[in-house]
């Protein structure tokens, strides 16, 4: 038999492997969970076995007996797919690896003849991911790139084919995969100060491409040159120009003497003069909706407006989701766009011009101008005012770059407040680094700040003070709705706060499923005002301030609980502690970062938050101790057993205000009807109907609950089933809920009815 490794292609066998569930190599093939006899979601020995035969049919058998075409047409193949494709597809005749730092490989771009490209990801079981959501993406040949001397030039063709043509002559050159006008912001940090040369496909696309990647890289790389060789047929590249004899000495003497890539705003000194056509016509602004051919105005192409607007600002502005942004002139921090009328005041300023816009039949108003750049600019998935570390893909970081520091300003940042023990004084400088790990796609903890000594301990300023260091605090309460809250968070003034803090919580259970579902989503969406549907990743640091800690069994699994003694504090002490930050803000935060890069310690036990564990926590003095407090805290917070079992205790008594028999009767309980009980049984009023049937539904498959399940038939509709203990199996189930409750309360209220 072959391995999948052998063969490039994806074939019968690769199709298969990647429709199945659980995944796992053999000495002689790969076993898997069988997708007919073993997808009920509980733990089984994988029982189905698949190899490959010489010929490249893929062989699949269920030791179960399961049939063949039962197995394929559970994961929506057929018998067809066992068998390799006629001649005349693609096939695939070159891979490119895309590695990290280290040499481990991230993604493939894989090249198909007929000429076609896709990327790809390997995954658990030696078969591939064709696609590449949450994988990091980098410049192709990174390793080799950082390996280089700095003061070497880089050469940046399009495509893969061309660096590796380059590589064989001696030469150090990267690109990015997709090729043309698919350079990414995350790409430009290798390149900090080094020289580069952009050598650019001869076509229309290939010359946009490097004036892309030219203005990306622009203030990052000590140079920019763009070398256009002479003599290219149309589409051609580096490789055709070698193929055509030319030497790897004429391309160092051409790198040599190729021009400075000039700067769009050193160009438009000239070219944004109205010219004498423009000026006949009265158009006093590059920037406008209309052309001048001779005396009579004709309304100009949306692509020119928008081609207008990015070569007068420096492919200007960009996105995050359908939010647009600038760079502040500083360069730290960002201005949101919302609008049409903030969008065109921003360009005004930014390229000292008045944009002219006329009305009309054809002419494009600035609001179809302001909605066109919302769904074509220069995406990002996040923006950042504040470091990360590592920095996360696809973030715009509005910031400095800082040199790591040694840890002094932090520890006495963190020795300012008053740790019950020498575990949570760690577990405090934890939490200030957790606000700069960048992770990409981890969730991170709960950090639940409370004493055994009541109020007065300092717990709400110990949050306030995190939330400070990195330009404040978003807070808010469990009583809000959470819809409300989203939309908060996505206002202009939250949308690159790091840390949320839900201050002073009350109830003696924190148990609230919209909010645990809001902490551990990756992604916050909701309303935004002028905008509509907005987005913006999950990288908040959520801290809860309380006395006493009593929590759902979902969020005392998230939970990092932190507790403080009383301190002896000054009258100036939380002005004091402000000030510090403020002083020494840019060296806490190079602390910071300086932390995250220390080499961590082996994690002997890791929980459920594992990266956290492993980057954060393994870097403390003592890792393993700080994780077993943090696990022994969490079992003594979990309160959801009870709360399921007072849950349960409500209905019963529920059922019996309506003349039921809890302990003899199985009643069938509308999922309206249950959710509005179990709202009212755990005082989480604002709970969604929703997020109220998941948690009934999780207390029932964890068997908290005893006397209540969900019914599986839709005869009644959607519900559940009460079942007294001592109910006979002779006796039928009563289905008349609604209408006994109905009943029984128009009689309460015809007996109070006066006469």
Not at 158 to 176: P, Q, S, V, W, Y
Not at 199 to 207: K, Q, V
Not at 552 to 565: E, G, N
């Amino acid at each position: 038999m072959k391995r999948d490794s052998d063969f490039a292609n994806e074939r019968p066998v690769q199709r298969i492997l990647n429709a199945l569930p659980g995944v796992r190599a053999t000495a002689d093939g790969w076993v898997a969970l069988c997708p007919v006899h073993e997808a009920d979601g509980a733990e089984h020995t994988p029982s189905l076995r698949i190899a490959q035969g010489d010929d490249g049919t893929a062989l699949v058998k269920c030791r179960v007996g399961c049939g063949t075409r039962e197995i394929l047409a559970a994961i929506g193949l057929t018998m067809r797919d066992l068998f390799p494709r006629a001649n005349g597809h693609a096939q695939i005749v070159k891979e490119y690896d895309y590695q990290d730092e280290a040499g481990t490989l991230l993604f493939q771009s894989v090249r198909f003849e007929p000429k076609g490209f896709k990327q790809r990801a390997p995954k658990a079981g030696g078969c591939w991911e064709w696609k590449l959501n949450g994988v990091r993406r980098v410049i192709y040949r990174l390793p080799e790139l950082l390996a280089a001397d700095p003061a070497e030039t880089v050469l940046i063709p399009e495509g893969e084919k061309d660096c590796d043509r380059l590589r064989t002559l001696g030469f150090i050159a990267t690109t990015n995969a997709g090729g043309a006008g698919k350079w990414r912001a995350e790409y430009n940090e290798p390149l900090r100060g080094r020289h580069v040369i952009l050598i650019p496909d001869n076509d229309d696309p290939g010359r946009a491409h490097v004036e892309r990647v030219a203005k990306s890289l622009s203030g990052v790389a000590a140079s920019i040159r763009v070398l256009t060789l002479d003599g290219l047929p149309p589409k051609g590249d580096i490789s055709d120009w070698l193929d055509a004899g030319h030497t790897a000495d004429e391309l160092r003497n051409l790198a040599e003497s190729a021009p400075q890539w000039k700067s769009a705003k050193s160009s438009r000194q000239n070219s944004d003069k109205p010219s004498g056509t423009e000026k006949e016509a009265g158009i006093q602004s590059k920037i406008a909706n209309v052309v001048a051919t001779g005396k009579i105005p004709k309304p100009a192409l949306m692509t020119s407006i928008v081609e207008a607007i990015q070569s007068a600002t420096g492919n200007w502005p960009a996105r995050m989701g359908r939010l647009l942004f600038s760079p502040q002139a500083s360069g730290i921090g960002v201005e949101w766009l919302d609008n049409s009328a903030s969008l065109f005041g921003w360009i005004g300023t930014a390229t000292k011009q008045t944009p002219h816009f006329m009305t009309g039949p054809g002419f494009h108003p600035k609001s179809e101008v302001f909605e066109r750049l919302r769904q074509t600019a220069q995406e990002f998935s996040g923006v950042e005012r504040y470091p990360h570390e590592p920095k996360m893909p696809g973030v715009y970081y509005a910031c400095p770059d800082y040199v790591p520091g040694n840890g002094d300003r932090l520890n006495e940042l963190v020795d300012m407040f008053s740790p019950a023990g020498d575990i949570d004084r760690d577990l405090i400088l934890a939490l200030f680094v957790t606000v700069f790990w960048g992770e990409y796609g981890a969730t991170r903890p709960l950090f639940a700040i409370t004493s055994d000594e009541g109020r007065g301990v300092g717990k709400t300023t110990l949050v306030e003070m995190v939330g400070h260091l990195v330009g404040g605090n978003f807070s808010f309460s469990l009583n809000e709705n959470i819809e409300k809250v989203k939309e908060r968070l996505l206002t202009s003034e939250f949308l690159t706060t790091r840390v949320a803090l839900i201050d002073n919580v009350k109830s003696n259970r924190v148990s609230h499923a919209d909010f645990e579902a809001l902490i551990t989503c990756r992604v916050i969406s909701g309303k935004k005002l002028y905008v509509g549907e907005a987005s913006r990743p999950n990288n908040l640091v959520w801290a809860m301030t309380l006395n006493g800690a009593s929590f759902s069994t979902d969020i005392s699994q998230r939970a990092v609980v932190i507790k403080l003694k009383r301190p002896i504090y000054s009258g100036t002490w939380e002005g004091g502690v402000r000030k510090f930050i403020d002083d020494h803000r840019d060296e806490l935060i190079a602390d910071c970062l300086g932390f995250l890069r220390r080499k961590p310690a082996p994690i002997t036990d890791p929980d459920r938050w594992g990266p956290w564990c492993c980057q954060v926590v393994a870097r403390l003095a003592e890792p393993n101790d700080a994780l077993k407090v943090i696990q022994e805290r969490r079992a003594t917070t979990d309160s959801e057993r009870s709360e399921a079992e007072e849950v349960e205790d409500d209905f019963a008594a529920k059922l019996a205000e309506f003349y039921y028999d809890p302990e003899k009767d199985k009643i069938f309980i509308p999922s309206a009807i249950a959710c509005q009980w179990c709202r009212d049984a755990r005082n989480v009023k604002h709970d969604s109907t929703n997020a109220t049937g998941r948690w009934l539904t999780q207390q029932i498959t964890e068997k908290a609950m005893k006397r209540l399940i969900v019914s599986r038939g839709r005869t009644h509709g959607r519900g559940y089933i009460w079942t007294g203990a001592e109910w006979n199996a002779s006796d039928e189930m009563k289905t008349n809920l609604k209408a006994q409750i109905a009943a029984v309360e128009d009689e309460r209220r015809k007996r109070f009815e006066p006469r």
